[in-house]
Each structure stands twice: as C-alpha cells, then as structure tokens.
C-alpha cells in the first residue's frame, strides 16, 4: 500500500530507522569527542602514548612464570618469521632438544612481540574514564571499553579498566582489568574472578614507555572442576633493532 505521499509504510519505516541509527552514530561520535576534549591534558597526552604491550621493533627477554615455573624467552623482530622467539631456559635449566622442537611448533610466529594483549588503546572508550582518585603525583581513573571492541564473545564487555597515570610525565604508569561479575565465556566454563595488573616503565629521550611486568589472577570452573591460575611475566633487556 502507498499513502498519499507516494512512499509505502514499509519503505518510511525502513527510512525512520536509517535516520535512528545515524543519529545514534553521530551521538556516539560526539560522546567521544566530548570525553576528549573534557579530559586533563596529562590523561590526554597519556593516552596518546599509552601502548598495552611491547612496541614493534623492540627485542626483549621474557620470563613467564605459571603456577610457580618458569620459562624465560627472547624475542627479536629483525629475525625472520618462524625465528623471532627462541626458548633460553625451561624451568631454571636449558631447555633439551625435544623441548625445543615443541616449543617451535607451538610458539606464535607473529611479528610484534609478547603475549597478545587483552586490549588495543583504540578499544577504550574515552568518554567512560572517569576520575576516581588523584594526588598531586599521580590519578586513577575508572573507565570501559567501545561496545565494537568486544569482539564475538564479548570479553571487553565485562571487564572495567583501571588506569593509573604520572601526571608529572603524562604516562600509564598501569592499568587493572578487572572482571565485573562472574561471567560464562563458553560453554562448560565459568570465570568468576580475573584481575590482570600490567606495569609500564617512564618514558625517556631514548626510549618510549614500555612493559616492566604483568600479574594476572584467574578463578572458575572448567567443566565442573574448580581452576585457579596465577601468571607472572617480567620484561627485561629491551632493545630497539629496527
């Protein structure tokens, strides 16, 4: 059916929620640029340099520590892929030849440096950091992600981020996430606590601010049967090679 104007109900229905939804993205934009601009100018410059992981083009040693053993590892971008990291010590003794050759297999080949991290910087949201405390050396600030870096399973989605910044040298000198509430990622499993701390280094002339270490606390249920895991990684021996 067509009304008077000549456009059918359907078609103005269809018109009324492209007009909502650009709407809601303009809004969404203008929150955005809103929380930018009403930001401190340490938060802002802070976040302009903030990265949650190791830069490209720094080689590092890391050492993982899970559950009270230990592997310390080394990285180098300027390696050839398949050739960046190399397994130095498996437990407090040089790693054997099989050891190797599994780690070979199971090692990510990617080229940046570290474990993944949980987060990119273009996942926060600006606009949800809000102060929680502040001195005059440093603030905390409480804050989320975009609804867009969730991701299908929805992690970032029920995680709060902590931030806490040096204002004299306008750096993240940490940030916590922390799990909101208990939360079922998949099927069969629950996590009912995650907290991961990662500390970051002042930056100088000579070098950004980069990771020093990592905590990170999980609790739940894994098919019934009850998991806990405390991971440490400390940074060490960073080099720019390229």
Known sequence: MVNSSGSSP?????????????????AGGLMAVSGLAQMPDYLRAALKQF???????????????????????E????RPNGGQWNLLQCYGRKPTTEELEKY?????????GGP?????????????????????ERAEFLGGFRDEASGADKMLSHLNLRLFISKKQSYVEKCVLELKEP?????GVKMNELRVE???SSPSEARP?????????????????????KLQLAYADFRQVR
């Open 116 to 136: 993944q991290s949980n987060f990119q910087k273009a996942d926060i949201e600006p606009g949800s950091l809000q102060l929680v405390s502040e001195d005059a």
């Open 104 to 112: 070979a297999k199971s090692r990510p080949t990617a080229d940046s």
């Open 51 to 73: 990265s949650p992981t190791a830069p490209a083009g720094w080689a590092y040693t890391l050492t993982t520590t899970r559950n009270g053993e230990a592997l310390v590892e």
């Open 75 to 78: 990285f180098d971008p300027s």
């Open 209 to 229: 601010s980069l990771p020093i270490g990592q905590q990170s606390h999980f609790t739940g249920r894994i098919l019934l049967v009850s998991t806990e895991e």
């Open 183 to 187: 939360y079922w990622p998949v099927l």
């Open 198 to 200: 990662t500390t970051f």
């Open 10 to 26: 359907a078609f103005l229905s269809r018109s009324f929620k492209a007009r909502r939804l650009v709407v809601a993205l303009l």
